[in-house]
């Protein structure tokens, strides 16, 4: 008994020195229900980045096998080096640059537009190596970091609420977006599990998030059951018992981009279409990459507490480190870029604080590597709940505005702007660009230039270049 007892104390004394948990305010436990919660929140990537991708013609086996082993690296690294219950994975938007802009579109191959994806990510680790990514984020105002956090809350709220089925986009211009089907099979499913959800949160019990997922899943499993498989026909391997549960993994994806296709080096495919397309091509993904991680790690630092009231962060060269990496190697990986993702204000709403919670993440990434039929088992519609509550988890802080004080009509415009156009456009990109052009024009017309840091200045200009991508593509091609 003593023994057990030595060890046991042992290794939370190992888990107390890597972490420092107790000093962060939390447990053990409370840290692995936080790491399992993002886990379950995040695991559809394993299924929907192989649907996109298969878009493009990469082979779905190798897409999820790929995904789950950079998804446990990147959140690993998050773990051990930056002590943050960060996760992140590959991103969603790139990789539907990838399959539909890259390849359908600009006719390169799988493997050249993974060769953009690795090229977008080395210019981001140049810039973080020049200092340039954490001084941008230090130069933004604090009400705008808050609107930025707010603006992501509505946007996940908007995901959540869409994959759930409860809202349904209409095609009807004048009138774009309208309540979804709630009588069918899978709108029950994110009906039920946001009830269940909600109401274990009201009464403050411990792992409502998972719960409510698990709860739901449960549901989805009943209801595809009692509608001979028709609900989530489109979906193999969804709310059904998988028909194998090991996978052999297939890594032939892995260092696809250093192949030759076409003659040439798959890396550097991309610029057959011209330099100047080739570049403003790179530009614009390592801008959409940059910012949205940059708005994610302030959102959830903010609902973590990290967040310091001159709106820096600790340690957040090392998070955008393992980010900018996580970039470079989803491309060389053949996952599309990875990032940081916003669900990991699920398991930060869970209680969890430090690295451990992030661990448990990759480690329950890396054994999915074999498992992914498991992983698959979870439809969008039983996580769609817990999306929705963490959009008010992140929205929240947003309440603080009035305690800043000295909200002039730039800052609140631009404060609007960034809350609106996320979940309108869909991009976390365009919510932060559209803000800090507005700020930064509104100043400079009410005659308070000297009030704008050159920073601001710059990523400004750089988002007027990202929005009139379209137009210059016109004169270079």
């Not at 290794?11 to 888990?15: A, K, V």
């Not at 420092?20 to 790491?35: L, M, N």
């Given at each position: 008994?003593?023994a057990?007892?030595?060890?046991?104390?042992a290794?939370?004394?190992?888990?107390e020195?890597?972490?420092?948990?107790?000093?962060?305010?939390?447990?053990?436990?409370?840290?692995?229900?936080?790491?399992?919660?993002?886990?379950l929140?995040?695991?559809?990537?394993?299924?929907v980045?192989?649907?996109?991708?298969?878009n493009?013609?990469?082979?779905?086996?190798?897409?999820?096998?790929?995904?789950?082993?950079?998804?446990?690296?990147?959140?690993?690294?998050?773990?051990?080096?930056?002590?943050?219950?960060?996760?992140?994975?590959?991103?969603?938007?790139?990789?539907a640059?990838?399959?539909?802009?890259?390849?359908?579109?600009?006719?390169?191959?799988?493997?050249?537009?993974?060769?953009?994806?690795?090229?977008?990510?080395?210019?981001?680790?140049?810039?973080?190596?020049?200092?340039?990514?954490?001084?941008?984020?230090?130069a933004?105002?604090?009400?705008?970091?808050?609107?930025?956090?707010?603006?992501?809350?509505?946007?996940?709220?908007?995901?959540?609420?869409f994959?759930?089925?409860?809202?349904?986009a209409?095609?009807?211009?004048?009138d774009?977006v309208?309540?979804?089907?709630?009588?069918?099979?899978?709108?029950?499913?994110?009906l039920?599990?946001?009830?269940?959800?909600?109401?274990?949160?009201?009464?403050?019990?411990?792992?409502a998030?998972?719960?409510?997922?698990i709860?739901?899943?449960?549901?989805?499993?009943?209801?595809n059951?009692?509608?001979?498989?028709?609900?989530?026909?489109?979906?193999?391997?969804?709310?059904?018992?998988?028909?194998?549960?090991?996978?052999?993994?297939?890594?032939?994806?892995?260092?696809?981009?250093?192949?030759?296709?076409?003659g040439?080096?798959?890396?550097?495919?991309?610029?057959?279409?011209?330099?100047?397309?080739?570049?403003?091509?790179?530009?614009?993904?390592m801008?959409?990459?940059?910012?949205?991680?940059?708005?994610?790690?302030v959102?959830?630092?903010?609902?973590?507490?990290?967040?310091?009231?001159?709106?820096?962060?600790?340690?957040?060269?090392?998070?955008?480190?393992?980010?900018?990496l996580?970039?470079?190697?989803?491309?060389?990986?053949?996952?599309?870029?990875?990032t940081?993702?916003?669900?990991?204000?699920?398991?930060?709403?869970?209680?969890?604080k430090?690295g451990?919670?992030?661990?448990?993440?990759?480690?329950?990434?890396?054994?999915?590597?074999?498992?992914?039929?498991?992983?698959g088992?979870?439809?969008?519609?039983?996580?769609?709940?817990?999306?929705?509550?963490?959009?008010?988890f992140?929205?929240?802080?947003?309440?603080?505005?009035?305690?800043?004080?000295?909200?002039?009509?730039?800052?609140?415009?631009?404060?609007?702007?960034?809350?609106?156009?996320?979940p309108?456009?869909?991009?976390?990109?365009?919510?932060?660009?559209?803000?800090f052009i507005?700020?930064?024009?509104?100043?400079?017309?009410?005659g308070?230039?000297?009030?704008?840091s050159?920073?601001?200045?710059?990523a400004?200009?750089?988002?007027?270049?990202?929005?009139?991508?379209?137009?210059?593509?016109?004169?270079?091609?």
């Open positions: 008994m003593a057990s007892s030595g060890a046991m104390s290794d939370t004394s190992w888990l020195r890597r972490f420092k948990i107790r000093a962060a305010g939390s447990t053990v436990g409370t840290e692995i229900r936080g790491g399992l919660t993002n886990y929140v995040m695991s559809y990537i394993l299924v980045n192989a649907v996109v991708l298969g493009a013609g990469i082979p779905f086996p190798a897409v999820v096998a790929a995904t789950a082993l950079m998804a446990a690296l990147f959140t690993a690294g998050m773990a051990l080096w930056a002590n943050y219950p960060y996760a992140g994975a590959a991103g969603l938007g790139i990789n640059v990838v399959a539909f802009g890259l390849v359908a579109g600009a006719g390169l191959s799988w493997q050249g537009a993974m060769g953009v994806v690795a090229l977008e990510g080395l210019a981001i680790c140049v810039a973080m190596a020049l200092g340039v990514r954490r001084a941008l984020l230090d933004v105002p604090m009400p705008l970091k808050l609107g930025i956090g707010a603006g992501i809350g509505a946007f996940i709220f908007t995901i959540g609420a994959n759930g089925g409860i809202v349904a209409t095609g009807n211009p004048s774009p309208a309540i979804g089907n709630l009588n069918s099979a899978t709108a029950i499913v994110t039920g599990g946001l009830l269940l959800t909600a109401v274990l949160y009201a009464r403050n019990v411990k792992g998030l998972i719960l409510g997922i709860g739901a899943t449960v549901v989805a499993v009943v209801v059951a009692a509608t001979g498989g028709a609900a989530y026909k489109d979906l193999p391997g969804v709310a059904v018992a998988p028909q194998t549960w090991v996978d052999t993994p297939d890594f032939s994806t892995i260092g696809a981009i250093f192949t030759t296709v076409n040439g080096l798959a890396l550097f495919e991309v610029f057959r279409l011209g330099f100047f397309v080739a570049i403003l091509t790179v530009f614009s993904l801008l959409s990459d940059f910012f949205d991680t940059a708005g994610t790690v959102s959830v630092a903010s609902e973590g507490g990290w967040l310091k009231k001159d709106g820096t962060i600790e340690r957040a060269d090392r998070v955008f480190w393992v980010d900018s996580g970039a470079l190697f989803g491309g060389i990986f053949g996952t599309s870029s990875n940081t993702y916003i669900e990991s204000g699920a398991g930060v709403a869970d209680g969890a430090t451990l919670a992030s661990l448990v993440t990759a480690a329950l990434f890396l054994v999915s590597i074999l498992l992914a039929p498991i992983a088992i979870v439809p969008p519609q039983a996580t769609a709940p817990a999306l929705m509550l963490v959009g008010w992140m929205f929240r802080p947003l309440l603080d505005l009035n305690k800043i004080g000295g909200i002039d009509f730039a800052m609140g415009f631009a404060v609007l702007l960034t809350v609106f156009v996320m309108l456009s869909y991009s976390i990109t365009n919510g932060v660009g559209a803000g507005a700020y930064t024009a509104l100043k400079a017309a009410g308070k230039t000297s009030e704008v050159r920073w601001m200045w710059i400004s200009i750089a988002f007027a270049v990202y929005f009139a991508d379209p137009w210059l593509r016109q004169f270079i091609q």
